[in-house]
T-cell receptor, first 107, second 115 residues
Framework: DAKTTQPPSMDCAEGRAANLPCNHS???????VYWYRQIHSQGPQYIIH???NNETNEMASLIITEDRKSSTLILPHATLRDTAVYYC????????FGAGTTVTVRA | DTAVSQTPKYLVTQMGNDKSIKCEQN?????MYWYKQDSKKFLKIMFS???????INETVPNRFSPKSPDKAHLNLHINSLELGDSAVYFC??????????????FGPGTRLTVT
């Protein structure tokens, strides 16, 4: 039931920025874009969310296009500990997790 | 201090048994959830409680019954366990913010194996 499309996997070099794309062309006006990640065998971890404007916190930046049909999560300086499955979710009330993007950070 | 805790971490049991998984959050959140992550790694919501009131009940067999004694606890009781119930079960909580936005904090998970 996920309403987002993400690449199944991507690699990133340690210390470089990781840009994770997400398409959500059917997003409704009141739905937020959320990003979570799940490191192996752990519970999902909230990263960031936004509605229309770009957002930044201590973990990442979220860039949402003006038409809100796509977004990019930016991890500014990827470390090995950022290796995880990253989920992009559009939701007003209930989170629906898709397959996500498996990000592997390589030394 | 652990924000969202679950017990037990591992649970191995036989088909037909009844078991419970406990969840506690010390974040003062109003809403708690149960999710199931199957072998294919898809994470699906099962239930959600807000201030001890059931607000989300997905298509889950009625063998699964959540119970919220207070807003800091949401337990999951499973009757007549089946092989297909084997999965990792995650508890989560959130403090709902205006406009439907919220951040969910997840527990470490309970790996249930039914033999």
């Amino acid at each position: 039931d996920a309403k987002t499309t993400q690449p199944p996997s991507m690699d990133c070099a340690e210390g470089r920025a990781a840009n994770l794309p997400c398409n959500h062309s059917t997003i409704s006006g009141n739905e937020y874009v959320y990003w979570y990640r799940q490191i192996h065998s752990q519970g999902p971890q909230y990263i960031i969310h936004g509605l229309k404007n770009n957002e930044t916190n201590e973990m990442a930046s979220l860039i949402i296009t003006e038409d809100r049909k796509s977004s990019t999560l930016i991890l500014p300086h990827a470390t090995l500990r950022d290796t995880a499955v990253y989920y992009c979710i559009v939701s007003y009330y209930k989170l629906s997790f898709g397959a996500g993007t498996t990000v592997t950070v390589r030394a | 201090d652990t924000a969202v805790s679950q017990t037990p971490k591992y649970l191995v049991t036989q088909m037909g048994n009844d078991k419970s998984i406990k969840c506690e959050q010390n974040l003062g959140h109003d809403t708690m959830y149960w999710y199931k992550q199957d072998s294919k790694k898809f994470l699906k919501i099962m239930f959600s409680y807000n201030n001890k009131e059931l607000i989300i009940n997905e298509t889950v067999p009625n063998r699964f019954s959540p119970k919220s004694p207070d807003k800091a606890h949401l337990n999951l009781h499973i009757n007549s366990l089946e092989l297909g119930d084997s999965a990792v079960y995650f508890c989560a909580s959130s403090q709902d913010l205006p406009g439907g936005q919220y951040e969910q904090y997840f527990g470490p998970g309970t790996r249930l194996t039914v033999t």
